[in-house]
């Protein structure tokens, strides 16, 4: 295979890998969005508060099962990738807009995040693995209580 078509083809399986994460995160695909991750990731999200951690995956998806499932509906869009590839280790940076909707009694039904992901992914034997996520806010519009609530819509449930 040449080179080129060797490129082309890593790029795309990154740009898929990194999508299926908010893809599979929104449809709650648990088991699917382990498989997404290495053995240990380094997460992230303090341009949002919460302090970056090196995590498994089963505890990435624990976290993310304890908010997204209280969520009426979630979508996760991300584009715009720019991949730089160096052997068996990649750096794509996206543009996400992520959509939370839960009606509550307040009114202020969506909580409306905008920004830019930072991954890292590694080649392995089973395909591109992320083992760096950051996520970069640069617009928090909407119902800031959203996620407090959906919370504990999830205890609710238990």
Partial sequence: MSND????????????????????ADRQNWSALSQIFADEV???????????????PAEIILRWKALLPGFQMTQHII???RVQIAGDEAE?????????????PAGNDIWFVMGYYEHHLVRTIT????DRM????????GNSELPKLAMEVVKEKL
């Fill in 92 to 104: 794509c940076l996206s543009y996400v807009a992520a959509t939370h909707h839960l009606p509550n």
């Fill in 134 to 141: 950051k996520f970069n806010a640069t617009l928090i519009e």
């Fill in 42 to 56: 380094l997460l992230d999200y303090s341009s949002m508060g919460t302090p970056a951690e090196i995590l498994k």
């Fill in 127 to 130: 395909g591109w693995k992320v």
């Fill in 79 to 81: 584009t715009n990738h």
């Fill in 5 to 24: 078509l060797r490129q082309m083809l890593d790029e795309r399986d990154i740009i898929n890998t990194v999508n299926a994460i908010g893809m599979l």
